[in-house]
């Protein structure tokens, strides 16, 4: 088993930047994929961004392309979102993600809030 726990969420004006961090316990996930995802009031949850097990793989939504930056630490076993230039739209619960298939993800963390708004 494989728990996730997010941190780094907040209050955040537009145009600002926050950093997400996500920490693994319980199993290494060195050879696991990870992703953020994000749900919003009223919405369905949908992908932000995801990195291959080696982080020689990425993908964003088109909507957070150029703006956010996912990154994988396999010796602290972490992943990290850096999100600039915020925009109200991106207020959501913020959630990360592990699974041993690229795209195919089985543990989830709690999520946490971020929420953009001046």
């Known amino acids: 088993q494989v728990q996730l726990v997010e941190s780094g969420g907040g209050l955040v004006q537009p145009g600002g930047s926050l950093r997400l961090s996500c920490g693994a316990s319980?199993?290494?996930?060195?050879?696991?994929?990870m992703g953020w995802f994000r749900q919003a009031p009223g919405k369905e949850r949908e992908r932000v961004a995801t990195?291959?097990?080696?982080?020689?793989?990425?993908s964003y939504a088109d909507s957070v392309k150029g703006r956010f930056t996912i990154s994988k630490d396999n010796t602290k076993n972490t992943v990290d979102l850096q999100m600039d230039t915020l925009k109200p739209e991106d207020t959501a619960v913020y959630y990360c993600?592990?699974?041993?298939?690229?795209?195919?993800?089985?543990?989830w963390g709690q999520g946490t809030q971020v929420t953009v708004s001046s």
């Open positions: 990195i291959s097990w080696s982080g020689g793989i990425t």
């Open positions: 993600a592990a699974g041993l298939l690229y795209g195919n993800y089985d543990y």
């Open positions: 319980g199993r290494t996930v060195d050879r696991m994929a």
